[in-house]
């Protein structure tokens, strides 16, 4: 089954303390994106992934680090996690480009106290 | 600073009526895409419009692509309680490969 897979679904931490989330894609897609959804913010981009070892800054990457060492995965790393960045994130990958189908995760609702 | 506009924010109705929701940006888009987000789930692509005053119809739902290329609406009729989400617009604006998403609509049909 073509899917995006994030892992862990919920994550309660404290701050500071690091963390990552995992996103894996069987699709062989090549655009891969991390959003957070906020209520009255919508979703927002966080940071995107043309390719292998080509990875760009969405409109709100502050905090946040990715990579893409391999095509399928795309994890978002939060090296030091603070209260504001309680939020719920969305990995989603397309084919070629952003103006693609995308297909996202499950999400991940990560709470920083 | 919000690219994609949507309007209403909120929007409840009973079943069997009719409803239009928008979205509006300043910005020229290449393309829009339409998305629905039920709770607990990821979004999931309903229709993309690409041709400026694209009309695309799935089953009762009626996108719309203005001409100019700066928004877009959904129309349901006949409304149904599986109709009830969140719905997204989306678009990558004019040679930015980011993906700008609207705010959303929160709808809701009650039976």
């Known amino acids: 089954e073509a899917q995006v897979t994030q892992n862990p679904r919920y994550l309660i931490t404290v701050t500071g303390k690091k963390l990552t989330v995992t996103c894996s894609q069987n699709?062989?897609?090549?655009?891969m994106s991390w959003y957070r959804q906020d209520p009255g913010l919508g979703l927002r981009q966080i940071y995107y992934?043309?390719?292998?070892?080509?990875?760009d800054k969405g409109d709100v990457p502050e905090g946040y680090k990715v990579s893409r060492k391999e095509k399928r995965n795309f994890p978002l790393i939060l090296e030091s996690p603070s209260p504001n960045q309680t939020s719920l994130y969305f990995c989603a990958s397309s084919l070629s480009r952003s103006a693609d189908t995308q297909y996202f995760g499950p999400g991940t609702r990560l709470t920083v106290l | 600073t919000q690219l994609l506009e949507q309007s209403p924010q909120f929007l409840s109705i009973q079943e069997g009526e009719n409803l239009t929701v928008y979205c509006n940006s300043s910005s020229v888009f290449s393309s829009l895409q339409w998305y629905r987000q039920e709770p607990g789930e990821g979004p999931v692509l309903l229709v993309t419009v690409v041709t400026g005053g694209e009309v695309k119809k799935l089953k009762r739902l009626t996108f719309q692509f203005g001409d100019a290329r700066k928004d877009s609406s959904l129309h349901i009729t006949a409304a149904q309680p599986g109709d009830t989400g969140l719905y997204l617009c989306?678009?990558?604006?004019?040679?930015?490969?980011?993906?700008?998403f609207g705010t959303g609509t929160r709808l809701t049909i009650i039976p």
């Open positions: 992934s043309m390719n292998v070892e080509v990875t």
């Open positions: 699709m062989n897609h090549e655009y």
């Open positions: 989306a678009g990558p604006a004019r040679g930015n490969e980011k993906l700008t």
